[in-house]
């Protein structure tokens, strides 16, 4: 099924049987509008059929006046007025007539298929219908009227499309179906050019015979199949009807102007009159099965109609459009094949349920919109809908159990003997003010409508003489006499007892099938047959419970997705329930989630990822009225909840924020900011499960170097080849990371680097530089900003990135050189533990946001100097984990993959696993010297003038990660698969294969962080393709430094002309690579 609308309605116009259903099936449209499978600007309409049965002409007819007057309306007329049809497409949908194993008509039965849709919704015959004429059929038609039943289920292959060039008249559809089937049914007799001769109901063999088509080697005819299409101008007669008597008799005006009732047929009247093999004195004197007879009692009515008819629609063209191989399935009273139909013409075992013991359900079985609970064991060919069940239960094949709410206990549910091809059904009717749940019990191989005379007739499968002998029931118990006595009219089901009231399923039909209860209590109460049940059924408590349940099912498989970590997209969930109004219970049930068992807690990562999700939720009930979902987060009210989660304190946490969220719920702008709010506190529980990297880094003490003695470090930069993004949490540890990348320097040398110094005065120095190294005395190409900590309060803001030498902050903090809990002054724990003051520098010759991990690069270099002036032995590794840990606390986030890059020399292949705590494994790859050689020789920068930090970008990712969305999902994975291709190429030493992961890096980022791509940049990359193997911006994207794999070698040249003879590129440049083999280099101390 196609996702959203895909046909823009002017009006749609569903009619129906009851008065109850009107307001009922009126909210499932505009349910189906706020869904997005009806367009919104759409006119809802609901119409209910006459008392009187008007039939599906008189019906059409009917509706048509309805939309057409409140058209009229809309566009300021005082009277019903055709002019509104010139541009408008009208849908009317006839529900029909009862349907036995639906309480809400064949209109919204549940069918076991579960579209990707934006909100979590049934697909029923409704919404198939509705997706095929949108598709298929009506794409491309004028301006008109479509009329459709909605009783049965059309399949149109999927690349079927009707053509609609120049055509004006009358259009039906037919499907093909064989002559048996036809011989109940209705089929077209057409012409070689597709014009209209006869319509054949339940013909003759003869008949029959006519109508074969041309080949006739499956003996296949054209089935009336539903959909009717009136153009603009046959339209406008129809609606001459409600003017015309006595055709106004099938319309409310007509009606309450005091008309007679009049009942036409859709096909045999409106439709046949236009067949070119009738004349008029037959179409308006024969007789027609299911049709009013024109010689009956009001026979002159009839054909004063039917000559009317004739007057006002014989001369338009009806023609016929066949869809070979496509398939017509008429729902029949049949409960056989109704099973059979849900559980052979779908392949969904589970459909919008819950079931608790999967094992228990077999493959070849249907739950549709249910929850099982405990050891419910369904078998194959069985079908459960619209159920909340507690086992133990057994139901066996081709059994079908619809409406039943069963909480019961191992006692009681033995009285429930279900065999094999049982239909159970709890249907929900109200009688005056009285509301009631009544539960039915058939046969599927029952025919209901044959009368309990016929030899065939049968009970629970059975000849009504057994289950008279088995029972004691008399025939005069269940039908009055000259009444009918099918088993569709026989009063069998208790409702109430005088003394004991509602009777429940157990005391109703267990006693029917062979449970426990007796003759007697069954004679006392009230009961009803199928047919009054189907009568009295009210359908807004019917459609109250399926919602109740759909609701329940997602909110149970949301608490399982995210417990067992499951990448299932939950917001098609969140959105139904806020549609539904169960947003409350929604809430709570994340809140249980996100705090944990009182025993266990929740795992950091579920709990980040529950708290991102009620984000997503109160930005449904915002409802896009709220305004942007990204801003701050730091409103004084929620500091407490904040408080709490930082000090690890989760269920209290998430307690303080479920209370605080309770004063922000009455406006959207509220709801939005509350979101905010709530992906704040995510981000504090993210920080801490990324904070268990803390477990890897491993420092050593070893002899401290003298006072005044430098200890310098210097780093290359790094390009991620592929894989970039799954190194970032929380996918790094939810899904698993694996980034492919190699350090570099730029022009010929390494550009970052750090130094550290102990010094005889006990503060803190710290001095970053811009553009280059500095000397010691501060002087030296670029800028310099010089921090002094002389107290424990100057470093307090080490935690906001953007305050003056934040990150030099951090790596004190972090590297342990201080602590801010200790009771003692800064001065005091500098010359109490190091022997005096530091005096740190750091120091970068790349622009900010260039793409090539400099600041987790330089991290790095300032934590690797800070632990060598103070005597303290590291490995690489600890390095690692060491940064990651420091991002966290300067609250920057990001992932792993920048220090591998820069700290880890030559190609290498970082990864992570999908578990806390996280750990970083490095694998240096081993590629062929040659390749290495072709590698540098053809590897080039550009830097593009533009600049975005990743910081930008990183929330986005990460909501849209947490969320699930499907793409995302499959981007990640194809990121680490893309990751793993490289490792394979550069170890092969295949150059093209290379290229070609750097393009598909590339594409992945896009998907990644849509808008990374500048105007300009694109501009760039299209005009360098002729030259290169492969191609990406360096980290995040957005700006920084592009680079490119060209395919010949030292093509700098080339690559320069090019971009001159571009316009519009702004500022660039190009660099030379080089790879460094050595990573994070430690110089002679000075």
Known sequence: MSDGASFRWTVVVLTCQHKDSVSSFQRELQLRQQRGSLSAGSVILTVQDHKEPLGSGGATLNALLVATENLSSRAGHTVVTADVLDEAHILILHSGRDFPWSSCSRAFCWLPEEPDHRV??????????????????????????????????????????LSWDGFSGVRVLALPGDVSYAANHGVYLADQQGHLRDIIYRGTQQQLQQALMEDGKLALVRLVSGPVFFSRSVSEKLLQAHVTPPLDGCTYLGLDSGAPPLQLSLFLDLLKCLCSDLTQDQFVTEHRAGCSSPAGPEGATVRRSRAELWRLLRGETISLAYVPCGRYDYLTLSGRSHVERLCCDWTNRNTLSHIQSEDAVDAGCRIINSVLEGDVAVATGAVVQHCHLQGPLKVPSGCLLSGLQMMTSSQSAGQLRLVDDVIVQVHRIQVGELRLSVSTVMGAHDDLELSSDDSSASFLNQGWSFFFSRTGIQPEELWVRGEGSSLLEARLFPVLLPRGGAVGVEGGVGWLLGGAGCLRRWREAWRLSLKEVMALTCQEAELQWREELLLLAGRRRVTDALRSRSDVCLLPCFRAAVLGGQQGALLQSLD???????????????????????????????????????????????????????????????????????NWLSRPDLLVRAARHYEGAGQVLLRQAVMSSQTFISIGQGEVPPLEEWQEVECPARLDLAGGWSDTPPVAFEHGGSVTNVAVKIDGRRPIGARARRTREPRLLLVSHMGGRGDTDGRGPGTSTETVCDSLEDLKDYCQPHAPGALLKAVCVCSGLVSLSSQHALGHQLMQRWGGGVELHSWSALPTGSGLGTSSILAGALLAAVYRCTGRTYDTDALIHAVLYLEQILTTGGGWQDQVGGLVGGIKVGRSRACLPLQVEVERLSPPEDFLLALELRLLLVYTGKTRLARNLLQDVVRSWYSRLPSMVQNVQQLVENSEECVRACSEGSLTRLGACLSRSWQHKKLMAPGCEPASVRTMMEVLQ???????????????????????????????????????LGDFSVHSVEIDMDGIKVLPPS
Not at 624 to 639: D, K, Q
Not at 642 to 659: D, I, P, Q, S
Not at 1043 to 1059: A, G
């Open 120 to 161: 979590q919704a049934p697909v029923c015959c409704l919404d198939l219908l509705l997706d095929r004429l949108g598709t298929h059929i009506c794409p491309g038609a004028p301006p008109g009227v479509w009329v459709c039943s909605t009783d049965m289920i059309l399949s149109i292959p999927p690349d079927y499309r």
């Open 592 to 662: 249980s989630i996100a705090a944990g068992s009182q025993e266990e807690g929740a795992e950091l990562g579920v709990a980040a990822r529950c708290l991102s999700c009620i984000a997503d939720v109160l930005v449904c009930m915002a409802d896009g009225r709220g305004g942007l979902r990204s801003g701050p987060a730091a409103n004084e009210a929620w500091s407490s909840a904040y408080f709490l989660l930082e000090g690890g304190h989760l269920r209290a946490g998430v307690k303080a924020l479920a209370t605080e969220r309770d």
């Open 1026 to 1064: 002729p030259l290169v193997l492969g191609q990406s911006l360096a980290g995040a994207g957005g700006g920084g430094f592009l680079y490119l794999l060209t395919q010949d070698p030292l093509q700098r040249e080339e690559v320069l002309q090019v971009l001159n003879n571009t316009p519009g």
